[in-house]
């Protein structure tokens, strides 16, 4: 069964930095594209980046582009996000995911699969941007 923690959110003032961790657990990475989504209240879930196992190709949505990096380390089977320039829209929570794939997933593809029912994902951190 696939688990996940994520780590790594909190409060922080509009232009600081964060850096979400996710364990995850009871799978290994080689098979599954992983990525981050996050949900405010009142809002749909948006996908915001994500990792290819097959290649380590990234994609972004445009909302984080140039701001989010996304980044894995197999052996530990962890998957990190680095945010920077952190805006107030960025307040949400914030989710690690899995989609089981041999094929590269761009971030349209990951997300459709994921709000199928095609993946599985953790309880999400909380990442509260405010001065």
């Known amino acids: 069964q696939l688990h996940f923690v994520e780590s790594g959110g909190g409060l922080v003032q509009p232009g600081g930095s964060l850096r979400l961790s996710c364990e995850a657990s009871?799978?290994?990475?080689?098979?599954?594209?992983l990525g981050w989504f996050r949900q405010a209240p009142g809002k749909e879930r948006e996908g915001i980046a994500c990792?290819?196992?097959?290649?380590?190709?990234?994609y972004y949505a445009a909302s984080v582009k140039g701001r989010f990096t996304i980044s894995r380390d197999k052996p530990k089977n962890m998957v990190y996000l680095q945010m920077n320039n952190l805006k107030s829209d960025d307040t949400a929570n914030y989710s690690c995911?899995?989609?089981?794939?041999?094929?590269?997933?761009?971030?349209?593809?990951?997300?459709?699969?994921?709000?199928?029912?095609?993946?599985?994902w953790g309880q999400g951190t909380q990442v509260t941007v405010s001065s």
């Open positions: 009871g799978f290994t990475l080689e098979s599954y594209t």
């Open positions: 990792i290819n196992n097959s290649d380590g190709s990234t």
């Open positions: 995911a899995a989609v089981q794939s041999a094929f590269r997933l761009t971030m349209q593809n990951w997300m459709g699969l994921l709000n199928a029912g095609f993946g599985s």
